[in-house]
């Protein structure tokens, strides 16, 4: 057994050095075979694209709202109503109109400019003034009320869409038009279809009907309950 060159150790030190010497040698290739599994370990738990973890598919849905409200009955029937209001308080400004076309009729017999001619022209011009601000008035009201029947049956819709959404697991829900350009007729309607976004859908897609169908029903349920007479139980 030889020992490193240098001093001359004992036998008990050249063996203790051997050992330790091997030991060394051991405990590199250890040390090395320890690194190389880290590594391999590393490599195969960070992710690829190819080992990527497949994600659940989600559920598109569309819906033309456009379509929605065209058909849905309880919005005809409200348009109709406010139709009906902004047509009688046109009725009260009738006998102003009426009035305004007899002092016309009586102006055609009298010289312009006289005292009588200028005196009636005041009354119509003042005539005309009420009826205007009659009009514009009548006017913003229907807007308001537009508006909020608007946004009334939006919201309706919206709470429906989402009922629908959470019951058959539908995590997108998009609005479009499902006439497409094919069936558009002017130039304006064309250029609409053109910027659509949804460019293919299958017909299982489209939640259009599904989504009126229920608004229809839950409308014409409201309606029988409401015209429903009373039972004497609940009169007190």
Known sequence: MK????????????????????WSANAVRYLNLSLAALILVAVHASPTFAEAPQVKNHQVGLIDMAHVFKNYEKFAALTEALQEQIA????????????????????????TGSPDFEK???????IEATLKKAQLRNQREFMRQEAELYKELYLETRNAVDKYARYYNYSLIL??????????DNPQEIVEGLNQQVLYHRNRD???????????????????????????????
């Open 3 to 22: 020992c490193p060159s240098g001093s001359v150790p004992t036998a008990e030190d050249c063996g203790a050095i051997n050992e330790f010497l091997q």
């Open 88 to 111: 009688q308080s046109e009725t009260g400004m009738k006998s102003k109109v009426e009035e305004g076309r007899k002092i016309q009729e009586q102006m055609k017999a009298l010289t």
């Open 120 to 126: 009636l022209e005041g009354e119509l011009l003042s």
């Open 175 to 184: 609005r479009f038009d499902r006439s497409g350009v094919a069936s558009a």
């Open 206 to 236: 489209d939640l259009t009907d599904p989504i009126l169908n229920y608004l229809n029903e839950q409308w014409r349920r409201e309606q029988k309950q409401a015209a429903a007479p009373s039972t004497p139980g609940a009169q007190q």
